[in-house]
């Protein structure tokens, strides 16, 4: 058995850890039963099954068919860019509200991609500020600042 592709088998590694970290976190909680769920049971099982996913892409890796592959360097900027725009976004959220925050949060993440295009960025962005609204505002009826508290437009 030879390591051919190393993407797939860091990527299951990495599957297999979290969803492992998942699910023994949420033995914390009471698990209760498929009938009657507690608030630990779908963390739990969404966990297991993501390490099984990762275990399978970590199991395939190994294959003779795998396409030979090889990891580059770890990107920093990436890696900013995308954790940067999550933690910007929680702190402008109550200034800015949510439309322009979730865009903001696509946008600035979308530029973390090799292939990144503004109109492509600002058409992904304008589509999540809607499935936010309609989902979460208005779906959910969750009670979130819409645009920037100075303009006081809510």
């Given at each position: 058995m030879q390591?051919?592709?190393?993407?797939?088998?860091w990527s299951?590694?990495?599957?297999?850890?979290?969803?492992?970290g998942f699910a023994w976190q949420a033995t914390s909680y009471q698990m209760g039963?498929?009938?009657?769920m507690g608030p630990g049971y779908f963390p739990f099982w969404l966990g297991i099954v993501l390490a099984l996913l990762g275990a399978i892409v970590?199991?395939?890796?190994?294959?003779?068919?795998?396409?030979?592959?090889h990891v580059d360097r770890f990107d920093w900027r990436i890696a900013?860019?995308?954790?940067?725009?999550?933690?910007?976004y929680g702190v402008i959220l109550r200034f800015l509200g949510v439309y322009i925050s979730v865009f903001l949060l696509v946008v600035i993440s979308s530029l973390a991609s090799h292939?990144?295009?503004?109109?492509?960025?600002?058409?992904?962005?304008?589509?999540?500020?809607?499935?936010?609204?309609?989902?979460?505002?208005?779906?959910?009826?969750?009670?979130?600042?819409?645009?920037p508290s100075f303009i006081g437009a809510n």
């Amino acid at each position: 058995m030879q390591l051919r592709n190393k993407q797939d088998f860091w990527s299951g590694v990495m599957f297999i850890a979290l969803g492992l970290g998942f699910a023994w976190q949420a033995t914390s909680y009471q698990m209760g039963t498929a009938a009657r769920m507690g608030p630990g049971y779908f963390p739990f099982w969404l966990g297991i099954v993501l390490a099984l996913l990762g275990a399978i892409v970590l199991i395939g890796s190994l294959s003779a068919k795998a396409t030979e592959t090889h990891v580059d360097r770890f990107d920093w900027r990436i890696a900013f860019l995308v954790l940067g725009s999550v933690v910007l976004y929680g702190v402008i959220l109550r200034f800015l509200g949510v439309y322009i925050s979730v865009f903001l949060l696509v946008v600035i993440s979308s530029l973390a991609s090799h292939e990144f295009n503004w109109k492509v960025a600002a058409a992904n962005g304008i589509f999540l500020v809607v499935f936010v609204w309609l989902a979460f505002i208005k779906g959910l009826g969750l009670i979130f600042p819409l645009w920037p508290s100075f303009i006081g437009a809510n």
